[in-house]
């Protein structure tokens, strides 16, 4: 348990860092699929794979921690089971796009446009603006 209180949040790789690492990213990987590349190369988008590795390491983060919210104590919100296993969907497409040699262009457009990781981010803008109000997880 983090000094939150909450579980999961305020801790190092905690989820409010999680979401931000995964939005930044996404960023990242709309700019690499409009790039038209077909291999991954030595140039400023090289860093395509890292990115996904970053995600894919977030998304653990986020399963984590939406286990620990959805069993604390006043937790049971069906909110968290569904980003637990909307995120183990999205980290299932992401850990398939990692295992593809190379990581083209086309192949991290048709990425971004998988509906398991739309719904992914979806739930973490929704989390993330709930995070935000409520001020959990701010130090």
Known sequence: MSDTGVPGIGEPGDLAASIDAIEEAYEFMLAY????????????FTGIRAALVNVEAGLGTIID?????DEAPGGGSEFFILLR???GRARAVVRFALAQMPITSQLID??????????????????DEALRITGIGQA
């Open 33 to 44: 699929a409009a790039s038209a590349r077909n291999e991954e190369g030595e140039d400023p």
């Open 65 to 69: 921690a939406a286990t620990e919210l």
């Open 85 to 87: 296993n909307d995120a």
């Open 110 to 127: 048709n990425l971004n446009a998988s509906i398991h990781l739309r719904t992914l981010l979806t739930d973490l803008f929704l989390l």
